[in-house]
């Protein structure tokens, strides 16, 4: 019997077949005898006690080029030759009776333990894989273990023989090669480079992770070439397998931009190169790399666009315009039907951009835009030229006759107002149009010559059409020289305010006047008004000049008011345009005229016009009554003209209304014109403001006009607008003359105010 302390065995060994012979164990606290042979194997007999079986063919196990071992049913080492020993950096006698898992790295004893399983329940008879040992020192070997199970004639499993081969170099290469690949991976991961190569007979790609990535196909080591070829998009699917095969077949290198068709129907951008090689093997070969270049792709084309197109509308812009216009004036073999240019360009804009302010300037130039690409004819070019100017670009069709259906299904889609921050807008147009003829040349010839006729179109009333004329550039040359001696004209003093006496509809007794600038220009003598007040306000012009007219005014009258010329009561009127009103500083400008000047805000009128609330009438409105809280009168002129209902009139913040010649001049003619004046009249009386007939030329007007209640009256039947010096004569004479009419005793709303 083994004695206590003696190494513990199964009570099953292995069977008698004849190839060992068996003695007593020694050396392990069994009968005493000497140590065991080297190589002895350990087993125990039918009465459990330990027995040595010494193979047949021990010097082969000993010999083995190979790590050898035999373990018991527990895992415990009954043989080791010295290769294995050598490979866990043991001595065979100590490893005699260690289990297989005190070796095993921690990592790795889930793995062993699940091969012996499968050998003990039959699943396997040799089970195959790559464990980890731990030496003493703490360093890691690899070993390829190769494990067969034992077993009796009856079939049971008795033990386990395995062969250790050492592949630590081995695993060692292959985890640097790992290591380097993905390392590669992530390299190409961060660059967006693929790459891949393709075989010569079956042409079948091999392509790295990230070719894979941007493919949008599952990491595999081979991808047919049909199922590459189904991911390019199908306008590039052709140049690109015809590129391959020139690659594969003859040596042509690849260089190929083109499109993947993304899952989610997007397409990305990539840029192909491949070359040809021929393998070790001889046979040919393309090796080849795939950039993805979508992000610079579209940021290419992102400046590209931005180089062409508006950035606030997305409409082409000048530089683009200007090109398809060349190239469809160049185009060979196009028909002799001209083309037509429209240059289109909003009315008053700059006054909505100031009173409402540049983001709802930038929102109804948007809204615009939309309005204008409804109208636009498939195939043709719109464009925003800058500013508030667009232009149209017609390639087809009979000229000019669908030009000018295009002007008017512009002005039909302007008809309705726009909507602004809540501000109904109502914007017009002016438009001219041109087209190509045989001097119009390039694209800047015709540009220019539907802007000319634009041109005209404003200096004819704006929100208008007019086509390009004979003599057109000539005028627009002229009208440029005026501009520029405009911009001279305060300089070099040229300008002269001129007034226009207000008289009492029953007394004649001068009221106030109203300030009209006049231009004596050095070489064309005086120039109307007509011709130069509108240059000044499609140039913005009419701002600096209206304030010199202003401040004009203010100290006139306050030299007549220190002469002696008029009383306290009397009054300067001072027009102010939609441009001027909407300027920021307006109010401060006025006040500061009234402190220069030392005047009362009573004795200033500032007058407006009915359009001046074409381009918002909440804006328009507000500004008004700033004025209005520094004790200025305000005055609606040309009363009649425009499209005021007398519901708005109630709403505006005016005190005075000038009723338009064009009513005055109906006065005496029928007894509607006389019953249209008096209607005015008894409105404006009733919202108690006070009432001036305009263009009064004759006598009898004077006095019907007195007769139906008319307060203050101005025209020609007292005096022309005229110099201050020759008005101050006027109205000191019309002073002296003023008595009321015999019998008529004036109304109280016709007293001065």
């Not at 359009?611 to 809280?629: I, P």
Request: charge should be negative; hydrophobic fraction near 40%.
């Amino acid at each position: 019997m083994a004695k206590p302390g003696a190494l513990s065995l199964q009570p099953s060994g292995p069977c008698s077949n004849g190839s060992t012979t068996r003695r007593l164990l020694t050396g392990y606290e069994g009968d005493g005898a000497g140590p065991a042979a080297p190589g002895a194997e350990l087993w125990p007999d039918s009465h459990g006690r330990a027995v040595v079986a010494v193979p047949n063919d021990i010097d082969v196990f000993g010999l083995a080029a190979l790590g050898m071992v035999i373990a018991d049913l527990t895992g415990r080492l009954r043989r080791v030759n010295h290769e294995f020993a050598r490979l866990v950096g043991r001595s065979e006698l100590e490893l005699l009776g260690m289990l297989f898992n005190s070796l095993t790295s921690p990592v790795d004893i889930d793995l062993g333990n699940r091969a012996m399983a499968r050998l003990l329940e039959n699943t396997d008879e040799t089970v195959s894989f790559d464990k980890r040992y731990l030496r003493p020192d703490g360093s890691v070997v690899w070993a390829e273990l190769n494990i067969r199970s034992l077993t009796c004639a009856n079939g049971d499993v008795y033990g386990f023989l395995a062969q250790a081969v050492d592949i630590t170099d081995r695993r060692r290469a292959e985890t640097a090669t790992r290591i380097e690949r993905q390392r590669l991976d992530e390299v190409q991961h961060m660059a967006g480079l693929g790459s891949f190569e393709q075989d010569p007979v079956s042409g079948a790609i091999f392509p790295s992770g990230e070719l894979c990535r941007i493919l949008g196909l599952p990491t595999s080591k081979t991808v047919a070439l049909s199922t590459l070829m189904g991911r390019v998009h199908h306008e590039d699917r052709a140049a690109l397998g015809r590129a391959l095969r020139e690659c594969l077949d003859g040596g042509a290198p690849v260089d190929l931009v083109h499109r993947l068709s993304g899952t989610d129907r997007t397409a990305r951008w990539v840029h192909t190169r491949a070359c040809s090689m021929v393998g070790e093997d001889g046979q040919g070969k393309v090796l080849g790399t795939t950039l993805d270049i979508t992000s610079r792709k579209r940021a290419e084309d992102a400046l590209e666009f931005h180089t062409f197109h508006d950035s606030l509308t997305g409409l082409a812009n000048r530089a683009l315009f200007l090109s398809e216009v060349d190239k469809v004036l160049l185009e060979t073999g196009r028909p002799a039907e001209p083309v037509a240019v429209l240059f289109l360009d909003l009315d008053e804009f700059k006054t909505v951009n100031d009173s409402l302010g540049h983001t709802a300037g930038d929102r109804l130039l948007r809204a615009v835009a939309g309005r204008l690409q409804s109208v636009t004819p498939a195939g043709d070019v719109l464009a925003r030229l800058g500013g508030d100017e667009f232009a149209l670009l017609l390639r087809s069709g009979s000229m000019p006759q669908v030009a000018q259906q295009v002007a008017g299904l512009i002005e039909d889609a302007f008809s309705l107002p726009f909507n602004v921050n809540g501000n109904e807008v109502p914007v017009s147009a002016s438009i001219g149009i041109a087209t190509s003829h045989p001097l119009a040349r390039t694209s800047e010839d015709l540009l220019r010559d539907a802007d000319l006729a634009m041109y005209l179109a404003k200096q004819n009333g704006k929100a208008r059409t007019e086509m390009v004329r004979p003599g057109l550039q000539d005028q627009a040359l002229k009208r440029l020289a005026l501009i520029s001696d405009l911009h001279q004209a305060l300089a070099n003093g040229e300008l002269e305010v001129f007034y226009q006496p207000i008289v009492g509809a029953h007394d004649r007794a001068p009221v106030g006047a109203e300030s009209l600038v006049r231009w004596y220009h050095r070489r064309r003598g005086l120039v109307s008004p007509v011709d130069f007040v509108n240059v000044a306000e499609s140039t913005g012009y009419i701002v600096p000049l209206g304030h010199w007219v202003l401040r004009e005014a203010c100290r006139q009258l306050q030299a007549w008011r220190q002469a002696g010329t008029v009383d306290d009561q009397f009054y300067v009127s001072v027009n102010l345009s939609p441009r001027q009103l909407a300027e920021p500083g307006l109010v401060d400008d006025v006040g500061r005229a009234l402190i220069d000047f030392e005047l009362p805000a009573r004795c200033l009128v500032l007058e407006v016009t009915e359009s001046t609330f074409t381009l918002g009438f909440d804006a328009g409105l507000a500004r008004l009554q700033e004025l209005k809280l520094i004790g200025l009168r305000i005055a609606l002129d040309d009363y009649g003209t425009g499209y005021s209902s007398l519901n708005r009139l109630g709403r505006l913040p005016i005190d005075i209304v000038k009723i338009d010649k064009s009513f005055i001049d109906r006065l005496l003619v029928s007894p509607e014109g006389r019953a249209l004046v008096q209607s005015v009249l008894d409105v404006t009386h009733a919202l108690g403001k006070i009432s001036i007939a305009e263009g009064v030329e004759q006598a009898e007007q004077c006095d019907t006009l007195a007769d139906l209640g008319c307060d203050h009256i101005q025209g020609y039947l007292f005096a022309r607008p005229m110099p201050a010096d020759e008005a101050a004569r006027v109205l000191a004479q019309l002073t002296a003359c003023s008595a009321p009419p015999t019998g008529v005793r004036p109304p109280e709303n016709a007293m001065r105010h």
